[in-house]
């Protein structure tokens, strides 16, 4: 199985903070990585595809980048409404295996 | 829009076997870029991807799970289902169906989960 490893783990922010989070995998996977935003009690809502991929409506704040085996996912102003949890997901081989997950929470 | 939704007991005794359906609408269901898919999360922790079925009822499974897992299809009802055998306490999680899509468009094709269903508890208790 590729390991994905997030970091940090959690991380505390103010409104209008920039937040970088990153995924690395244990081999090269491409660009074949997601990243997914979940909120308390809520599903996963995918936000990038293949990387870096904008999914539609997804605000333009979120943005990322990476290939091979190191990636990012950038939040250029945060916004009250992106307290939550992130997760990067790799779509190289089977299994599909997500990161750990990364908290973002209110400074 | 497309919606999913799943269905099933929400308590199961251990060594029994855990059945869920998801229900998909507002969309087209046997697309060929299209697959079905279950993902699970215990309370507090990360995700597990289960496995996928083809609108063609050919599957891939997570083989942590293989062993104990059957993902079927019903095109006829827009439906699929997952079936996990021999449970334990450890089986215990919110339980997540998701379309997975095959994007062909350049530069590179890829896959990702856009559509999810709001998830169901199942509970592995005696």
């Known amino acids: 199985d590729i390991q994905m490893t997030q970091s940090p783990s959690s991380l505390s922010a103010s409104v209008g903070d920039r937040v970088t989070i990153t995924c690395r995998t244990s081999?090269?996977?491409?660009?074949?990585l997601n990243w997914y935003q979940q909120k308390p009690g809520r599903a996963p809502k995918l936000l990038i595809y293949a990387a870096s991929t904008l999914q539609s409506r997804v605000p333009s704040r979120f943005s990322a980048s990476g290939s091979g085996t190191e990636f990012t996912l950038t939040i250029s102003s945060l916004q009250p409404e992106d307290f939550a949890t992130y997760y990067c997901q790799q779509c190289y081989s089977i299994p599909r295996t997500f990161g750990q997950g990364t908290r973002v929470e209110i400074k | 829009q497309v919606q999913l939704q799943e269905s099933g007991p929400g308590l199961v005794k251990p060594s029994q076997t855990l059945s869920l359906t998801c229900t998909v609408s507002g969309g087209s269901f046997s697309v060929g870029s299209y697959y079905w898919t279950w993902i699970r999360q215990p309370a507090g922790k990360g995700l597990q991807w289960i496995g996928r079925v083809y609108t063609t009822g050919s599957t891939d499974y997570n083989p942590s799970l293989q062993s104990r897992v059957t993902i079927s299809i019903d095109t006829s009802k827009n439906q699929f289902s997952l079936k996990l055998t021999s449970v334990t306490a450890s089986d215990t999680a919110v339980y997540y169906c998701a379309r997975g899509i095959k994007d062909y468009a350049p530069p590179l094709p890829t896959e990702y989960f856009d559509y999810w269903g709001q998830g169901a508890l199942v509970t592995v208790s005696p």
């Open positions: 081999q090269n996977i491409s660009s074949y």
